[in-house]
C-alpha cells in the first residue's frame, strides 16, 4: 500500500482512539510508519533526503521504544504495508500532519495519566514524535530548495 494511504489510515485510528492504551497503540503505529518511511527515503529516496530521511529512521524508532508495544497482529502493522513511497513531497506532507497530531494526542495523554510511567511514556514520544516533525519539515524545505535550483 502507498504511504500517503497508509498515512492516512493511522490519521483515522488516532483520531478514533478511545481510552489510553488505544491512543499508544495508535502512536506506537504512526511512529513505526514513520519509521518505515524514512527508512525507505534513506534507501532509495533522493539523495538530498537520505541525511535526514535516516535521522527520521532513528528518532520514529525511538518513538517506538519508549512506549510499550502493542499487541498488534502482523497483518494489522501498518508499517509492515508499506510498499510504495509515491511522491516524497506528497508523503512527507502528510507524514508531518500525523506527527502533529501524535503530538497533541500524547499532551492530551499526559495531562490525563494517572501514573509516572504513562506521563513519563508520552513526555519521550513527544519529544521524538516532535524532532521526527522537525525532520520531515527539513526534508520538504530541501525539496523545495532543490525544485528552485532547477533551471527552468
Request: with cysteine; net charge negative.
Amino acid at each position: 500500500m502507498d504511504a500517503v494511504r497508509l498515512i492516512l489510515t493511522s490519521r483515522r485510528a488516532l483520531a478514533g482512539s478511545g481510552d489510553a492504551p488505544q491512543v499508544m497503540a495508535a502512536v506506537w503505529q504512526a511512529q513505526a510508519l514513520a519509521q518505515a518511511i524514512g527508512s525507505r527515503l534513506a534507501v532509495a529516496g533522493p539523495p538530498e533526503l537520505r541525511g535526514e530521511a535516516l535521522g527520521l529512521t532513528e528518532l520514529a524508532g525511538r518513538g517506538c521504544g519508549v512506549i510499550d508495544r502493542p499487541d498488534i497482529d502482523t497483518e494489522a502493522l501498518l508499517a509492515a504495508q508499506l510498499t510504495d513511497l509515491g511522491d516524497a513531497r506528497q508523503a512527507l506532507t502528510y507524514l508531518g500532519g500525523l506527527l502533529g497530531e501524535v503530538g497533541i494526542a500524547l499532551v492530551g495523554l499526559a495531562s490525563a495519566a494517572d501514573d509516572e510511567t504513562t506521563y513519563w511514556q508520552c513526555m519521550e514520544a513527544i519529544d521524538a514524535a516532535d524532532e521526527s516533525r522537525d525532520r520531515v519539515t527539513e526534508m520538504l524545505r530541501r525539496l523545495t530548495d532543490r525544485d528552485e535550483a532547477l533551471p527552468a
